[in-house]
């Protein structure tokens, strides 16, 4: 696997997770939840930031024990770190790929957080649906083209197996037209 293939393959499994923790702040009612999809350049480490608010402390800690579990329990991700539960103002959990920010509504509004980042993209759960099935449709694509090259070359040599003369002829007919090219330059 090339490292640009390994990059693509840690983007598609962000955006999942990612949408797995929105999901969960959309289920335990978190306001105003939004995704954004981080400048390379800019970020550092993280491609996304999720953002959401809960109107009481009690709820920002349901909706931050309830990303961890679900992503534990679904997907065997763990928070890199957790911060601010016990206050619950503003919880903040680092999967490195991704950052979830459980807001106060009103620590939200005090640091307002999406301004910091002017240069993030904000994506609708429908685009990132949309972006996701394509990602992974172009992966399909790949991999299924990958295998048919395999496939072809596998046939090719089953073939050759079967008839031994004629792929001995073959390989001794294209070896004596490479000495022939060869004497005539």
């Keep these: 696997m090339t490292q640009t293939e390994a990059h693509h393959d840690t983007r598609i499994k962000s955006r999942i997770l990612v949408q797995a923790a929105a999901a969960v702040c959309e289920d335990k009612k978190g306001q105003d939840t939004r995704i954004l999809e981080l400048d ?8 996304f930031f999720l953002v959401t608010s809960a109107s009481n402390d009690r709820q920002a800690v349901a909706i931050a024990d309830e990303i961890e579990a679900r992503l534990k329990r679904e997907f065997g991700v763990y928070a890199h770190s957790v911060e601010g539960r016990r206050k619950g103002d503003w919880i903040l959990l680092d999967y490195v790929d991704f950052v979830v920010h459980v807001f106060l509504a009103e620590r939200r509004a005090f640091y307002d957080i999406e301004r910091l980042r002017k240069s993030a993209r904000p994506v609708t759960p429908a685009e990132f649906d949309a972006e996701l099935k394509e990602a992974l449709a172009a992966k399909t694509r790949a991999v ?5 090259g395999k496939t072809t070359a596998v046939a090719k040599s089953k073939k ?10 073959a390989a001794v ?3 004596v037209a490479g000495k022939r090219a060869a004497a005539k330059t």
């Design 40 to 47: 390379p350049i800019d970020s550092g480490l993280s491609d």
């Design 144 to 148: 299924r083209k990958k295998a048919s």
């Design 160 to 169: 050759a197996a079967k008839n031994p003369s004629k792929a001995i002829k």
């Design 173 to 175: 007919a294209k070896k």
